[in-house]
């Protein structure tokens, strides 16, 4: 009975036997001496095999719905609605810990900012504004890759520093006036203390003279007070430091009360003109102070210099990064960018 190959893949291919003892295939398939048709796909041998994937484990995964022929129907409005609903009750991290964790997350490190910040100047607050300030030049301008990153970062350093160099004008200015308030007080508190001490002429043109005429005339009307009468102390500090030349003096006829009387009269006339003087003398002061205090509106010269150039390279080198992550950000999308200009000056 003839042998009738098999018209599928697995037919068997007829051979002849050579001179040699090998086989010669026969089979029309077999051109020159080559296999022509023979060496065809997998799937063109075993059309009734499917494959969708190389992998030894394709064939053991279930059908996908669209590999079946099922189509996946949308979503309907109820269901789109309860899940916005169930989105909406989620609040984060409700304890305070859990909220501390997660405030960082828009973070990628901090080593940036522990590197820029001083702790011991301006400690935790500096930091986290360094981090804000740095993420928000980073939603604004959207670096792409590894370099538009670190001119970005660049740039979150300089403007931050640029922020410390405002912070020192700041505070230059805040110390002088500081001191010129202080040096006002404490001169006054010195003479004071001086004249306390019998050193130097109390007189009616300073703060110092007349604060200590007010405490020794209280002084004074305190004891008149209790006692009726003054002490031989009392009668030559005010001759010294009042003009009680002709003062109230007690004379024969005259009776205690009278003459306390007299004496607190005397006294309280006394207190009213330096309380006058105080108060006269204290404005003027204080304006001179408050003038002293307006031309510390700028810092001293040599403060001034240096924080000029100081702010004039934070923003030179600034821009200097904006300008490059521009010329990156324009390459990458395809825009013709021209080298820069360089000027060279030397020999």
Known sequence: MENVPRDDGDAAVQS??????????????????????????????HPRTKRSSDSPHADSRPPSRTERGVTQRPSSPQRVAANRRNAMRSSGPRSPEGRAAVARNAIKHGLLAS??????????????????????????LKPVGELEDMLVSDMAVNWYQLGRARRFESAVIEQRITMITGATELQHDWGLDMHRQGIGTPGPRTLAGIGYLLEGLISVRVHVMEHGQLKDEHHQW??????????????????????????????????????????????REWQNVAVRRERCALPPAAELDRLVRYESMRRRNFYRAYEQFE?????????????????????
Do not use: M
């Open 327 to 347: 010329r990156l950000q324009r390459q990458r999308l395809g825009e013709y960018v021209p080298p820069p200009a360089r000027l060279d000056l030397g020999p």
């Open 115 to 140: 590197s820029v910040v001083s702790p011991s100047l301006e400690g935790s607050e500096g930091r986290a504004a360094f981090d804000e300030q740095h993420q928000r030049l980073r939603k604004v």
């Open 238 to 283: 005010l001759q010294a430091h009042c003009n009680w030349k002709d003062g109230p003096i007690p004379v024969e006829n005259t009776s205690p009360e009278t003459l306390k009387r007299q004496l607190l009269s005397a006294l309280d006339k006394d207190l009213e003109v330096h309380r006058s003087l105080y108060e006269l003398v204290d404005k």
């Open 16 to 45: 002849t036997p050579l001179v040699d003892g090998s086989q010669k295939p026969t089979s029309p398939e077999w051109i020159g001496g080559t296999r022509a048709n023979a060496l065809k796909s997998p799937a063109s041998r």
